[in-house]
């Protein structure tokens, strides 16, 4: 069992940056799959992006791929979320998620994670 938890939201004006961090407890992350995913009033979650803990490869959405980037700290088990450029429509809840299934195809799909943290609103200011 793994309990995660995110940090780092926050306010910030359009073309901003925030860093949001997940962190574990319970266990290490081990051979898990990270991701992280986003969700607004009235629509459904969707992906952000991905890390593999075992090795650091990642894989992030078309929408934020040129602005966001994920890193894993080994030392402090946890894998943060590095936003720039923020755009009015980066406002969500973020939320990270632990897959004990790895990191492969699976990635972006929602029902393939296993742990779930509370969310961290990140609200982008015009």
């Known amino acids: 069992q793994v309990q995660l938890v995110e940090s780092g939201g926050g306010l910030v004006q359009a073309g901003g940056s925030l860093r949001l961090s997940c962190a574990a407890s319970?266990?290490?992350?081990?051979?898990?799959?990270i991701g992280w995913f986003r969700q607004t009033p009235g629509k459904e979650r969707e992906f952000v992006g991905a890390?593999?803990?075992?090795?650091?490869?990642?894989h992030c959405s078309d929408s934020v791929k040129d602005r966001f980037t994920i890193s894993r700290d080994v030392a402090k088990n946890t894998v943060n979320l590095q936003m720039n450029s923020l755009k009015l429509e980066d406002t969500a809840v973020y939320y990270c998620?632990?897959?004990?299934?790895?990191?492969?195809?699976?990635?972006?799909?929602?029902?393939?994670?296993?742990?779930w943290g509370p969310g961290t609103q990140v609200t982008v200011s015009s």
């Open positions: 998620a632990a897959t004990s299934r790895g990191y492969g195809p699976w990635v972006e799909s929602l029902s393939k994670y296993d742990y």
């Open positions: 319970g266990r290490t992350f081990s051979s898990d799959g």
């Open positions: 890390i593999s803990w075992r090795n650091g490869n990642t």
